[in-house]
């Protein structure tokens, strides 16, 4: 089944009915580790299983959704950008990508992109757009591009002439090396004009104990309870930014892209494991 608008399906099933508790899935753990309350039992013990070996797993995932927010102010203030295409949305929670930009600028336009059945239970949330922007949900995969660049509800949404902001966070590392996540963003990207940003998040090894770096790939090989999450390192995930320039600081800790005004101390690198970058398509 699939979702060709919000709030219409292709097929006789409903979201909910596509919703399997008992298998732990990654918005949902996600949504565990923040404190939410859409989450079942496989969720919340995948997150307990990922925590004993990883115990700031909810100071990463609690940064990871902090680092969005600045990124998101970032572009619409300083960079002036209008249109955002946010993949792996999420379930929705406080400052969504539309409440940060809108509050910026309220003609900004967001598109949302999740293949979870949960989130687009809750996609309503997700389209309380201000009078004068838009919001959109499209229940796709990443890993098919195609589907997304071609769906009707971006193409209403977003123009392809004017700048996009392309938002790729916490979801680069569910894409493994044999579906070439190299691959689809750059055909993302060449879909968008120049003056177009990427914002992306990603989490890494470098920092992790030997034994936790083994257990995360096993994991990603589909072995262990880390939820098939494909660790890179700075360099593979640098890789994605190729041909853009990249905004300052550069590739840096979730926690300390553009923090100086965060709560003090940050988090340090190896607490979050997770790299962010911003960076423009000239």
Same mark, same amino acid.
């Given at each position: 089944?699939t979702?060709?608008?919000?709030?219409?399906?292709?097929?006789?099933?409903?979201?909910?009915?596509?919703?399997?508790?008992?298998?732990?899935?990654?918005?949902r753990?996600y949504n565990?580790?923040?404190?939410?309350?859409?989450?079942?039992?496989?969720?919340?013990?995948?997150?307990?299983?990922?925590?004993?070996?990883?115990?700031?797993?909810?100071?990463?995932?609690?940064?990871?959704?902090?680092?969005?927010?600045?990124?998101?102010?970032?572009?619409?203030?300083?960079?002036g950008?209008?249109?955002?295409?946010?993949i792996?949305?999420g379930?929705?929670?406080?400052?969504?990508?539309?409440?940060?930009?809108?509050?910026?600028?309220?003609?900004?336009?967001?598109?949302?992109v999740?293949?979870?059945?949960?989130?687009?239970?809750?996609?309503?949330?997700?389209?309380?757009?201000s009078?004068e922007?838009a919001?959109?949900?499209?229940?796709?995969?990443?890993?098919?591009?195609?589907?997304?660049?071609?769906?009707?509800? /971006? /193409?209403?949404?977003?123009?392809?002439?004017r700048?996009?902001?392309?938002?790729?966070?916490?979801i680069?590392?569910?894409?493994?090396?044999?579906?070439?996540?190299?691959?689809?963003?750059?055909r993302?990207l060449?879909?968008?004009?120049?003056?177009?940003?990427?914002a992306?998040?990603h989490?890494?090894?470098?920092y992790?104990?030997?034994q936790?770096a083994?257990?995360a790939?096993?994991?990603?090989?589909?072995?262990?309870?880390?939820?098939?999450?494909?660790?890179?390192?700075?360099?593979?995930?640098?890789?994605?930014?190729?041909?853009?320039?990249?905004?300052?600081?550069?590739?840096?800790?979730?926690a300390?892209?553009?923090?100086?005004?965060?709560?003090?101390?940050?988090?340090?690198?190896?607490?979050?494991?997770?790299y962010?970058?911003?960076?423009?398509?000239?």
């Open positions: 089944m979702t060709d608008a919000p709030g219409t399906t292709s097929g006789p099933a409903s979201p909910s009915d596509r919703i399997d508790t008992s298998v732990a899935h990654p918005a753990r565990y580790w923040l404190g939410g309350k859409d989450n079942f039992q496989a969720d919340r013990d995948s997150g307990d299983m990922v925590a004993a070996s990883f115990p700031t797993i909810r100071t990463a995932a609690l940064e990871n959704r902090r680092f969005l927010q600045r990124a998101v102010r970032h572009l619409a203030r300083e960079a950008i209008r249109q955002f295409l946010d792996g949305t379930i929705p929670t406080a400052d969504n990508t539309h409440e940060v930009a809108q509050a910026v600028a309220p003609e900004s336009r967001v598109v949302y999740d293949n979870d059945p949960i989130v687009l239970a809750h996609a309503r949330a997700l389209l309380t757009s009078p922007g919001t959109a949900y499209i229940d796709a995969d990443l890993r098919d591009p195609e589907r997304i660049l071609r769906h009707p509800d /971006l /193409l209403r949404t977003i123009d392809p002439s700048p996009v902001a392309l938002m790729l966070v916490a680069l590392h569910f894409v493994g090396d044999d579906d070439d996540p190299y691959a689809v963003v750059t993302l060449d879909a968008l004009p120049p003056g177009s940003f990427l992306a998040s989490a890494t090894h470098d992790l104990p030997p936790v083994q257990e790939k096993e994991a990603a090989r589909g072995d262990g309870p880390h939820g098939l999450i494909n660790l890179r390192t700075r360099a593979e995930f640098t890789r994605f930014f190729a041909g853009l320039e990249l905004v300052e600081p550069g590739i840096t800790s979730v300390e892209w553009r923090a100086e005004d965060a709560p003090q101390p940050r988090p340090t690198a190896a607490e979050v494991s997770m962010a970058g911003v960076a423009r398509k000239p």
